[in-house]
């Protein structure tokens, strides 16, 4: 029997995550895992969001990523053609690896973050997740074992494991236990969770392929992500190494239900663009679909689900795994703080009543978007390719169109840094509004519950760093006196830390002498003085009350 502070079932990313910010709590987690160890998923996500490399930042983790990836160098661009080597109608530039940092003028540079997105396929991603975790004390890590079931009662999870190598079972005994265990979640199910929304959006024939005279066959630049739009069949490419290995995306028409009814091969063709003597290797076949489901709960007692164990939708937006690292990053604080000793009984609460509105939401995002690329490739001109100049005037038409409508998607500030907590037991609103967003703008603003906007401190430290992952009070004016804010924390057991911060390097969204910033860096609370009852303030951001 082992025990342990949390049993997370499932080290994806979500999962691993989760552990990695829970161990760096001093929380001790053991995560089960069907896969054996290093074992590298399918070819899924292509784009970890600024917000999610901003927490792993706070992870210690985000250079790591950095330094893996696509080539230095190689364009991570969107590029729409009308073919994969066909004529280009527009492009989305997104700095390279090696510019990220020091490019200017982009849709994406310029955002208000110390990380900018990256783009690195969970094939690379995942390993240096799993080398890091594995390195951290607290976890421990249970590959080939499967978790089979559980049950629960007033003191803990008691769950049931089969360690897949020898066919034994065992028990994880535990206070909490988590599913990041994906799409068809055992946990979810277990804890009588339903999935709610629309099954299919999108039939998706994907295949993994390497093609290494792609590239040269290319007449632009090469890009990360290729949208090829013709009148005979429309898909998406993605770069995955760089040089010759790219996942095909057919996106398959509404009356076309059948995945093995499409010729593959005709597709991956014709998207690319080329004739049937190009030679390319089918690595892997991938169909998926695209579907719009949201648990209708993300908890039942000690038991909460994560992660696609949670939601799962179209990848429009790159928001897939990148929402499920935004749940983790929510729970780790919440249940730390509570088998620390210093959440309340009603913390926990908190991560349904915060996720699951915002998950609901980008979902739906998700899917409009959808609906518009679909609708985008019914209505491909007949004459899109045609060498004259108004084939051309069409082209630059289209393309136009393509860009604004998809730089939504890839360069989406608002789903990074513009959703915010409204109905959360644990942030004291003070009546102004939160400023609406969309899957690309946001405004940063410090209404309670937003994402604490960040900004440089005057001695270059980014603000996040300086805040550290605890709570934190920003005060603007040194003479504003917090002592009793400190002893009443103190008091409580409550981590919180005062910063005190030259308002000049602050941007105009910090309109208050002081803020609270939470550990997972949403803002809790602002005002130019203490509010009178301190107890009942800090009682609040613990989660006191039942
Ligand atoms: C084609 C495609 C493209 C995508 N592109 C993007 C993108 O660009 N951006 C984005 O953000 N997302 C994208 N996604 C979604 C993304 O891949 C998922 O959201 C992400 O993998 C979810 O992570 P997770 O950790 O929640 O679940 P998973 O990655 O599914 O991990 C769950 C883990 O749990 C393990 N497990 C399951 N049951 C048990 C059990 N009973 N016991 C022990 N272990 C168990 C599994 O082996 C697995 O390793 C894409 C998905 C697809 C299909």
Same mark, same amino acid.
């Given at each position: 029997?082992?025990?342990?502070?949390?049993?997370?079932?499932?080290?994806?990313?979500?999962?691993?995550?989760?552990?990695?910010?829970?161990?760096?709590?001093?929380?001790?987690?053991?995560?089960?895992?069907?896969?054996?160890?290093?074992?590298?998923?399918?070819?899924?996500?292509?784009?970890?969001?600024?917000?999610?490399?901003?927490?792993?930042?706070?992870?210690?983790?985000?250079?790591?990523?950095?330094?893996?990836?696509?080539?230095?160098?190689?364009?991570?661009?969107?590029?729409?053609?009308?073919?994969?080597?066909?004529?280009?109608?527009?492009?989305?530039?997104?700095?390279?690896?090696?510019?990220?940092?020091?490019?200017?003028?982009?849709?994406?540079?310029?955002?208000?973050?110390?990380?900018?997105?990256?783009?690195?396929?969970?094939?690379?991603?995942?390993?240096?997740?799993?080398?890091?975790?594995?390195?951290?004390?607290?976890?421990?890590?249970?590959?080939?074992?499967?978790?089979?079931?559980?049950?629960?009662?007033?003191?803990?999870?008691?769950?049931?494991?089969?360690?897949?190598?020898?066919?034994?079972?065992?028990?994880?005994?535990?206070?909490?236990?988590?599913?990041?265990?994906?799409?068809?979640?055992?946990?979810?199910?277990?804890?009588?969770?339903?999935?709610?929304?629309?099954?299919?959006?999108?039939?998706?024939?994907?295949?993994?392929?390497?093609?290494?005279?792609?590239?040269?066959?290319?007449?632009?630049?090469?890009?990360?992500?290729?949208?090829?739009? +013709?009148?005979?069949?429309?898909?998406?490419?993605?770069?995955?190494?760089?040089?010759?290995?790219?996942?095909?995306?057919?996106?398959?028409?509404?009356?076309?239900?059948?995945?093995?009814?499409?010729?593959?091969?005709?597709?991956?063709?014709?998207?690319?663009?080329?004739?049937?003597?190009?030679?390319?290797?089918?690595?892997?076949?991938?169909?998926?679909?695209?579907?719009?489901?949201?648990?209708?709960?993300?908890?039942?007692?000690?038991?909460?689900?994560?992660?696609?164990?949670?939601?799962?939708?179209?990848?429009?937006?790159?928001?897939?795994?990148?929402?499920?690292?935004?749940?983790?990053?929510?729970?780790?604080?919440?249940?730390? =703080?509570?088998?620390?000793?210093?959440?309340?009984?009603?913390?926990?609460?908190?991560?349904?009543?915060?996720?699951?509105?915002?998950?609901?939401?980008?979902?739906?995002?998700?899917?409009?978007?959808?609906?518009?690329?679909?609708? +985008?490739?019914?209505?491909?001109?007949?004459?899109?390719?045609?060498?004259?100049?108004?084939?051309?005037?069409?082209? =630059?038409?289209?393309?136009?169109?393509?860009?604004?409508? +998809?730089?939504?998607?890839?360069?989406?500030?608002?789903?990074?840094?513009?959703?915010?907590?409204?109905?959360?037991?644990?942030?004291?609103?003070?009546?102004?509004?939160?400023?609406?967003?969309?899957?690309?703008?946001?405004?940063?603003?410090?209404?309670?519950?937003?994402?604490?906007?960040?900004?440089?401190?005057?001695?270059?430290?980014?603000?996040?760093?300086?805040?550290?992952?605890?709570?934190?009070?920003?005060?603007?004016?040194?003479?504003?006196?917090?002592?009793?804010?400190?002893?009443?924390?103190?008091?409580?057991?409550?981590?919180?830390?005062?910063?005190?911060?030259?308002?000049?390097? =602050?941007?105009?969204?910090?309109?208050?002498?002081?803020?609270?910033?939470?550990?997972?860096?949403?803002?809790?609370?602002?005002?130019?003085?203490?509010?009178?009852?301190?107890?009942?303030?800090?009682?609040?951001?613990?989660?006191?009350?039942?």
């Amino acid at each position: 029997m082992i025990e342990t502070d949390v049993l997370i079932v499932g080290a994806g990313p979500v999962g691993l995550t989760l552990a990695m910010d829970l161990a760096l709590r001093g929380i001790a987690v053991t995560v089960a895992e069907t896969r054996a160890a290093r074992e590298v998923p399918t070819v899924r996500c292509n784009h970890v969001a600024a917000r999610s490399m901003e927490i792993f930042r706070r992870l210690g983790l985000a250079h790591k990523l950095r330094q893996a990836g696509l080539p230095p160098d190689y364009p991570h661009d969107a590029s729409f053609r009308t073919t994969v080597i066909g004529t280009e109608m527009s492009r989305i530039p997104i700095p390279c690896r090696r510019d990220r940092f020091t490019a200017t003028g982009g849709p994406d540079t310029g955002w208000p973050t110390p990380e900018p997105p990256h783009r690195i396929n969970q094939l690379y991603l995942e390993p240096i997740l799993f080398d890091h975790a594995a390195a951290m004390d607290n976890i421990r890590l249970l590959n080939r074992t499967q978790v089979i079931g559980f049950a629960q009662d007033d003191t803990c999870v008691q769950a049931t494991a089969r360690d897949l190598a020898t066919g034994q079972t065992f028990k994880i005994v535990s206070p909490y236990l988590v599913g990041c265990d994906g799409g068809r979640s055992m946990v979810r199910k277990a804890i009588g969770a339903k999935f709610v929304g629309d099954a299919v959006v999108q039939r998706v024939q994907s295949t993994y392929i390497r093609a290494p005279q792609l590239l040269e066959q290319m007449t632009g630049e090469p890009a990360w992500a290729i949208v090829s739009l +013709n009148p005979r069949r429309s898909g998406t490419l993605y770069a995955i190494d760089g040089r010759e290995r790219w996942i095909v995306h057919n996106y398959l028409q509404e009356h076309e239900t059948d995945f093995a009814a499409i010729d593959r091969d005709w597709a991956i063709r014709t998207i690319l663009g080329v004739a049937d003597d190009f030679a390319y290797e089918v690595l892997n076949v991938e169909d998926w679909i695209g579907r719009r489901l949201v648990a209708d709960r993300f908890r039942n007692g000690r038991v909460f689900i994560c992660g696609d164990a949670a939601h799962i939708w179209v990848p429009y937006g790159g928001y897939g795994m990148n929402a499920g690292i935004a749940d983790a990053a929510n729970l780790a604080w919440l249940l730390a =703080a509570r088998l620390n000793g210093w959440g309340g009984p009603a913390i926990l609460a908190a991560y349904e009543q915060e996720r699951l509105p915002i998950t609901e939401q980008v979902s739906h995002f998700a899917m409009n978007y959808a609906h518009h690329m679909i609708k +985008n490739r019914r209505i491909v001109p007949a004459n899109i390719e045609e060498d004259s100049q108004a084939g051309a005037a069409l082209r =630059a038409e289209f393309g136009q169109e393509l860009y604004e409508l +998809n730089v939504q998607q890839y360069c989406c500030g608002g789903l990074n840094f513009g959703y915010y907590y409204d109905q959360s037991p644990l942030i004291l609103y003070d009546g102004q509004p939160h400023p609406a967003y969309t899957m690309a703008d946001f405004t940063p603003a410090t209404v309670p519950g937003c994402r604490t906007p960040h900004f440089w401190l005057t001695d270059g430290r980014s603000l996040y760093d300086a805040m550290g992952p605890d709570y934190a009070l920003l005060r603007f004016d040194p003479t504003v006196a917090v002592d009793k804010l400190l002893a009443a924390a103190e008091q409580r057991r409550m981590p919180l830390k005062v910063l005190d911060i030259n308002p000049a390097a =602050a941007p105009p969204a910090y309109t208050t002498k002081l803020l609270l910033s939470r550990p997972d860096q949403h803002i809790a609370w602002r005002g130019n003085d203490l509010p009178p009852n301190i107890k009942t303030l800090v009682d609040q951001l613990r989660g006191e009350a039942e």
